[in-house]
């Protein structure tokens, strides 16, 4: 019997550290420091607990922290991550469509941590909408996965061309068309174009942008700068110009629509310089003026599964 190889990508400690030395000048409040050093703890507890349900199956499995990832990811079974959001969205820009991934949220949101420091500052964690499992069930998801009883959904990616050639990286959650900064007035133009070559109108914009997000990133930025959650499993992307400085370009409803599987965008670029961001900032591609940029769902889809799946 072939033995199931299993990769556990983690998010590091660091992201938390803040040294009791240099707490007093960072924090006027010790409760801060406190609370952050009790996330670093539950995070770590996580990943000894994930570990330690790995040690006792018949399985191969090697630990590494995110910021060592480099190389695309092979020769594996499954993904397991362990942190939040961000971690899985970290993990899918080293995957292809044949490896799923299985997200652990190592520290979900405490509704009555929210309420107990909504005075003094934010307590919310990520959302782990993505992450099918927590601690405390992982190893029934894991479980259920290796039996062949919870099987992952495939989730659809953001694919973009620049002048023709295809860039290395796809968007699990969204992406952004800015300049690099976000006070300098972006200038471009995009159509719709269907696959019989079929076009919308041109529509010529300027504004902080333009943001494409996949279903599975409808509920993240998108939703939050006015746009609308998506089914999950659908394979539209849903784009929106952010704060568009025309007259009445707000109120138009080529500002903010949806690119269908037999749709792209095509868009060009007419500021001097601007970067292409996929799933937030570490990940992004710069343009020049004149740039042509197509962008669709056309890209390899994304096995993940999903909590609401494998509750």
């Not at 929210?114 to 919310?124: I, L």
């Amino acid at each position: 019997m072939v033995r199931r190889k299993l990769l556990l990508l983690m998010k590091p400690f660091d992201v938390y550290q803040v040294t009791q030395s240099n707490a007093v000048s960072r924090f006027t409040n010790p409760r801060i420091f406190h609370y952050i050093d009790n996330r670093c703890k539950v995070h770590k507890e996580a990943i000894n607990i994930c570990q330690k349900i790995l040690q006792q199956k018949t399985i191969d499995w090697k630990p590494i922290f995110r910021n060592n990832l480099s190389q695309p990811i092979h020769n594996v079974d499954l993904v397991v991550t362990v942190g939040g959001d961000g971690t899985l969205l970290q993990a899918s820009h080293f995957l292809d469509d044949s490896i799923p991934v299985l997200g652990v949220n190592s520290d979900p949101t405490q509704a009555e941590e929210v309420e107990k420091f909504s005075n003094e500052f934010d307590a919310t964690r990520s959302t782990g909408y993505l992450c099918a499992a927590t601690a405390k069930n992982f190893e029934q998801v894991l479980d259920g996965f290796l039996e062949g009883q919870i099987v992952p959904s495939e989730l659809s990616r953001v694919s973009v061309s620049v002048n023709s050639k295809a860039l290395p990286a796809y968007a699990l959650n969204d992406i952004m068309i800015a300049h690099p900064c976000p006070a300098t007035v972006s200038r471009f133009s995009f159509k719709i174009r269907w696959n019989d070559q079929t076009c919308s109108p041109l529509v010529n914009c300027r504004s902080s942008g333009l943001r494409i997000s996949t279903a599975a990133g409808s509920t993240a930025a998108m939703l939050s700068a006015g746009g609308f959650a998506m089914p999950i499993l659908s394979r539209n992307l849903q784009y929106m110009v952010r704060e568009p400085i025309s007259p009445g370009a707000a109120n138009s409803s080529l500002m903010h629509g949806l690119i269908k599987p037999d749709q792209s965008m095509d868009a060009a670029w007419f500021s001097k310089e601007g970067f292409i961001y996929f799933d937030g900032s570490h990940v992004f591609y710069p343009i020049q003026s004149g740039d042509a940029i197509e962008i669709s769902s056309k890209a390899p889809i994304l096995q993940v599964v999903l909590p609401h799946l494998s509750s």
